[in-house]
C-alpha cells in the first residue's frame, strides 16, 4: 500500500470516517493544549509579582505552536504524518508536566527563568498560569494518544532502505540531546536562581528530567524507523521541534539576563535539535519523487574509496597528535625551566589506538570501530588544552608550536569521522542485510553495564589529590568538551550496537573500550602533577567498563 492510498485511508473519502474524526479531535486538542501553554506566561504561573527573566512570552507562544504548525502543513494532503508529528510531540508531555508541577511543590528549587525569576528565598505559590500550563501538557498528551489511533499500521511497500541509511546518526543526534538534558539548562552568578542537572533536582523534577532525556533519543529512533519518507521528516520535525522548545528559552534567558549565562547542555540540546531538522531532509528525501529518476541522486565515491580516505585521513591525524606530543605546549621566558607536560601525555595512547585501526580501515576492516575510537583524540586534546589554557593565564607564558599540532590533531580526526560515517551510510545502502536475530539477554546486560559505568567514569575524575582540580564533565572549560565527545561516542557506540550485526557490534564495542581505556590511563600518565595523587572514583568506574565493553565485543564476534 504506498502513502497516498494510506494518507486516503486516514482522510476517508467520507469525512465522518472514523480515523478522520479522531485525527480533527487530536489535532483540536493540540491547537487547545498550545493555546493554554502560551497563555501561561502572560496570565502568570507564580503569584507575589514576581517577572520573568526577560520578556519570554513572545518566544513561548512561538514555541508552543510550532508543533501545532507543523502538523497543519501535512494535515490536509499527507494526513498520516501529521498524525505522527502529534504522536511524537507527546511523547516529551509526561517529562513537561512532571518538571512543570515542581513547581507547585517547591519554587525555590525550580529553574525557569523564562516564566519567573525569583528576588528573596520565600518560597512563591502557584498562580493560575501554572495550572494552565498543566491542562496543556495533559491536552498535548491527549492529542498523542488519539493521533495515534488513527495512523494505520500497513506500511506496505514503502521504502524500507532509508530505514536504516542514516540511523547511526539519528542516535547519535538523541544521544547528544539526552546527555544536553542531563546538565544543567543554565549558569548563574545569581544565588536566588538554582542551577542544576535532573540528579540535582527534587523527585518530581528529576523525574520528569529522566523522562524527557529518555524520549529524545526514543523518539527520534521510532520516527527514523518508519518505512515511509514523509513520515519520517514529519516525525524527525518534530523531534527537532520539541528539542528547541527545550533550548532555547534557557538558552535567551542566559544571553540576556543579568547575573545569568548559556550552560553547556542548552547548547548541546539546541545542536541536536539542528541536527533533526537535517536529519529529517536527508531521510525525507525519498517523498520528492515518485519516479527515482526525477530524483537527483548524492553522488558520493565508492565505499572502498571511503575507507582510504577515512584511513589516511585518521593517519594523519594520529601524527599531529605526535607533533603535539612531541613539541612543547608552553613556552616560557629565558632562564625558567619548562614545566613538564604531563597532559599531553594522554595524547599518546589516543595516537597509537587511531593510527592501528586506521591501517586496518585502509585494509576495509574495523571501519565501526575506527569511527569510535576517534573520539579518543579530542578527549586526550582536550585535557592537553585545558593545561595550556591554565598556564598561558600567568601573562609570560605563551602557547606553544605543540598546541597547533594537537588542534590539527582534533579536526583531522572529525574529517575522518565524518568520512567514515559516510562509507558506513554507503555500506548498509549497497549491503543487503540479512535477517538479524535478538541481540542475546547476556550481550544486552554487558552493553548497558558497560554505558552506565562509562557514564560514571567519565563525569567523575579518575585522579584525585589535595590541591588538585581536576575537569569535569559539566564545568564551562576546555577539557569538558572532550570528555563529551568521549562520552557521547561510547554512549552512541552502545546504542548502535543493540541494534548492529554481530560484527559490527563487536567492533563498535571494541572502539568503546578503546576510549574508555585512554580515559582510565589518565590516572598512570599523568597522576606525578600533583602530590599525594590517589585513585579516584572514574578509573575504577572506567575500568569496569572496558572489561564490560570487552566482553560485550567478545560475545558478539562469536555469534553467527
Do not use: C
Amino acid at each position: 500500500m504506498t502513502r497516498t492510498t494510506r494518507d486516503t485511508v486516514v482522510a476517508g473519502a467520507d469525512p465522518a470516517s472514523p480515523a478522520s474524526v479522531r485525527l480533527r479531535v487530536a489535532f483540536g486538542l493540540a491547537v487547545v493544549g498550545a493555546l493554554l501553554s502560551a497563555a501561561a506566561p502572560l496570565v502568570g504561573v507564580v503569584g507575589e509579582g514576581t517577572a520573568p527573566a526577560f520578556t519570554a512570552w513572545p518566544l513561548l507562544l512561538l514555541l508552543a505552536l510550532l508543533p501545532v504548525a507543523l502538523a497543519a502543513t501535512f494535515l490536509r494532503n499527507h494526513p498520516t504524518v501529521a498524525a505522527g508529528v502529534l504522536a511524537v510531540t507527546a511523547f516529551f508531555a509526561p517529562g513537561r508536566l512532571l518538571v512543570d508541577l515542581q513547581i507547585t511543590v517547591d519554587t525555590t528549587y525550580t529553574t525557569r527563568p523564562e516564566l519567573f525569576r525569583p528576588t528573596s528565598l520565600t518560597p512563591l505559590t502557584p498562580s493560575t498560569g501554572l495550572w494552565l500550563l498543566v491542562a496543556g501538557h495533559l491536552l498535548v498528551l491527549a492529542a498523542g494518544a488519539v493521533a495515534a489511533t488513527s495512523t494505520p499500521s500497513d506500511d506496505g511497500d514503502a521504502d524500507q532502505a532509508g530505514t536504516r541509511k542514516f540511523l547511526g546518526l539519528v542516535v547519535t543526534a538523541g544521544a547528544l540531546a539526552a546527555i544536553g538534558l542531563f546538565m544543567a539548562p543554565i549558569t548563574s552568578t545569581d544565588p536566588l536562581v538554582p542551577t542544576g542537572g535532573p540528579f540535582d533536582a527534587p523527585a518530581l523534577a528529576m523525574i520528569g528530567g529522566l523522562l524527557l532525556a529518555a524520549a529524545a533519543p526514543a523518539a527520534g529512533v521510532l520516527a527514523a524507523s518508519n518505512p515511509d519518507p514523509e513520515n519520517r521528516r514529519g516525525g524527525l520535525l518534530a523531534v527537532a521541534a520539541a528539542l528547541a522548545a527545550l533550548a532555547l528559552p534557557p538558552l535567551v534567558a542566559g544571553l540576556v539576563a543579568d547575573g545569568l549565562g548559556v550552560s553547556v547542555g542548552s547548547v548541546l540540546l539546541l545542536l541536536a535539535a539542528v541536527a533533526h531538522a537535517v536529519l529529517a531532509n536527508v531521510l525525507g528525501r525519498g517523498a520528492e519523487a515518485a519516479d527515482p529518476t526525477e530524483q537527483k541522486a548524492v553522488e558520493l565515491p565508492g565505499l572502498r574509496r571511503l575507507h582510504l580516505i577515512a584511513g589516511v585521513l585518521g593517519l594523519l591525524a594520529a601524527a599531529a597528535a605526535l607533533g603535539g606530543a612531541l613539541s612543547p605546549q608552553l613556552v616560557v621566558p629565558d632562564g625558567l625551566p619548562l614545566p613538564v607536560g604531563y597532559a599531553e601525555r594522554l595524547l599518546w595512547p589516543a595516537l597509537v589506538a587511531v593510527a592501528v585501526l586506521s591501517a586496518a580501515v585502509i585494509a576495509g576492516r574495523a571501519r565501526p570501530a575506527f569511527t569510535v575510537a576517534l573520539a579518543a583524540l579530542p578527549l586526550a586534546a582536550g585535557s592537553a588544552l585545558d593545561a595550556v589554557f591554565a598556564a598561558t593565564q600567568i601573562g609570560s607564558v605563551t602557547p606553544g608550536n605543540g598546541i597547533w599540532f594537537t588542534v590539527l590533531s582534533v579536526v583531522l580526526a572529525v574529517a575522518a569521522a565524518v568520512t567514515a560515517a559516510l562509507a558506513g551510510a554507503l555500506e548498509r545502502e549497497e549491503t543487503e542485510p540479512p535477517t538479524r536475530s535478538p541481540t542475546p539477554l547476556p550481550t544486552v546486560a554487558l552493553v548497558l553495564i558497560g554505558a552506565l559505568l562509562a557514564l560514571g567514569a567519565f563525569a567523575l575524575p579518575v585522579l584525585s589529590a589535595p590541591d588538585f582540580n581536576p575537569v569535569g564533565l559539566l564545568d564551562l572549560r576546555v577539557g569538558s568538551w572532550g570528555l563529551l565527545a568521549g562520552l557521547l561516542a561510547v554512549v552512541a557506540a552502545a546504542g548502535l550496537a543493540l541494534v548492529s550485526r554481530p560484527p559490527h557490534a563487536a567492533a563498535l564495542l571494541l572502539g568503546a573500550a578503546l576510549v574508555t581505556a585512554v580515559r582510565a590511563l589518565e590516572h598512570p600518565l599523568t597522576s606525578a602533577r600533583a602530590a599525594d595523587a590517589a585513585p579516584g572514583p572514574g578509573l575504577w568506574l572506567a575500568v569496569a567498563a572496558v572489561v564490560a565493553f570487552l566482553a560485550g565485543s567478545a560475545l558478539s564476534a562469536s555469534r553467527r
